[in-house]
């Protein structure tokens, strides 16, 4: 079983949609969580960061984590054409170097169709 | 800011044959670490450095795949003999500091490597 999980999708949603994109993990030890996004045929650049249980918005964008459940979201309200990429969501661990060791999900693709 | 670079973008080799890919970080970044990507593993870490020296390389599949960063502004992967089951995206990222909660990972454009 991989450590984080999430849905490949496809995603295909109307423009103005709201979309909801999740993921689980399994180990306890993950304490930070991130959403990185990817268009075609370049690399990922984050999009989001948080370390506590809660919400945390950057404009159209919500983060969601509940460490009691394992459970990751990213909800992306007023979807535009321009959304559509890959969503991976990320973890890593806290202290010493293991901030930067990040375990993925297997990523979500997200088509937004006018 | 240009960014990470990594070179090349494309490559097609055949089995056995050596191949070297290279990436420069950004400047200042502290750590730089190397990814593969396939559609059916996802993002998948390699090794990671921080300042220079490698911290973690257990994500390396086998003796074949080897890294380097001889400065803090180039790195190489190196897989020698090549096989088919290589072929994937291989993504450099370098980031300030991998000691520091929440810095973030810049990823280059990736080399995309296919071995016939």
């Known amino acids: 079983q991989k450590e984080v999980e999430q849905d490949p999708g496809p995603l295909s949603v109307p423009e103005g949609a709201i979309v909801s994109l999740n993921c689980t993990y399994s180990?306890?030890?993950?304490?930070?969580f991130m959403w990185y996004r990817q268009y075609s045929r370049k690399g990922p650049e984050l999009l989001m960061y948080?370390?506590?249980?809660g919400n945390k918005e950057d404009g159209r964008f919500t983060a969601q984590v509940d460490k009691s459940s394992k459970y990751i979201s990213l909800f992306i309200r007023d979807s535009q054409p321009s959304d559509s990429a890959t969503y991976l969501c990320?973890?890593?661990?806290?202290?010493?170097?293991?901030?930067?060791?990040?375990?993925f999900g297997q990523g979500t693709i997200l088509t937004v169709h006018p | 800011d240009a960014g990470v670079i990594q070179s090349p973008r494309h490559e097609v080799t055949e089995m056995g044959q050596e191949v070297t890919l290279r990436c420069k970080p950004i400047?200042?970044?502290?750590?730089l670490f190397w990814y593969r990507q396939t559609m059916m593993r996802g993002l998948e870490l390699l090794i990671y450095?921080?300042?220079?020296?490698?911290?973690?390389d257990s994500g390396m599949p086998e003796d074949r795949f080897s890294a380097k960063m001889p400065n803090a502004s180039f790195s190489t992967l190196k897989i020698q003999p090549s096989e088919p089951r290589d072929s994937a995206v291989y993504f450099c990222?370098?980031?300030?500091?991998?000691?520091?909660?929440?810095?973030?990972?810049?990823f280059g454009n990736g080399t995309r490597l296919t071995v016939t």
């Open positions: 990320a973890t890593s661990r806290a202290g010493g170097t293991s901030y930067g060791k990040l375990t």
């Open positions: 180990n306890s030890a993950f304490q930070y």
């Open positions: 948080t370390y506590s249980s």
């Open positions: 400047s200042g970044h502290n750590s």
């Open positions: 450095f921080n300042n220079n020296v490698p911290i973690d």
């Open positions: 990222a370098s980031s300030r500091a991998v000691t520091v909660a929440g810095s973030p990972l810049h």
